[in-house]
C-alpha cells in the first residue's frame, strides 16, 4: 500500500509540474500571439477574455461528468487537453473560429 502511495504522489507531483511548466510557457505567449497572428486589439482581447472565463463556471458539469474517473486521470486528461489545443494553435494556425473553439480548451 505504501509503494502504491508514493506512486500516486510521484505522480500528482509530476502532474502539477506539467501545468505550471504549460501554464507559464502559453500565458507569457498568449498575448503576444494574438497581436501578432490575429491581429487582436485590446479591445478584441477584452471581448475574448469574458467568454473565455465562462467555461470556469462549467466545472460544476464537468466534474459530474467525470466523477468516476479518479483525481489524478482526470488531470492528466485535461493537461492532455489542453496541450493539444496549444499544439494546434502553434503549429497550424488554425481560422479565428477555431481559434477561439482552441482559446476555450486551452
Do not use: Q
Not at 501545468?19 to 478584441?44: H, P, Q, R, W
Not at 461528468?65 to 494556425?93: E, Y
Amino acid at each position: 500500500m505504501s509503494r502504491l502511495r508514493d506512486r500516486r504522489v510521484y505522480l500528482y507531483v509530476l502532474a502539477l509540474l506539467c501545468l505550471a511548466v504549460g501554464s507559464g510557457l502559453s500565458f507569457s505567449i498568449f498575448t503576444n500571439y494574438f497581436k501578432e497572428v490575429f491581429e487582436v486589439g485590446a479591445d478584441a482581447r477584452g471581448i475574448l477574455e469574458l467568454p473565455r472565463e465562462a467555461p470556469g463556471m462549467l466545472m460544476v458539469f464537468i466534474f459530474a461528468i467525470v466523477a468516476f474517473l479518479h483525481d489524478i486521470k482526470i488531470m492528466i486528461f485535461a493537461l492532455f487537453l489542453m496541450l493539444g489545443s496549444i499544439l494546434f494553435l502553434g503549429v497550424f494556425t488554425p481560422t479565428y473560429t477555431v481559434m477561439i473553439f482552441l482559446l476555450f480548451i486551452g
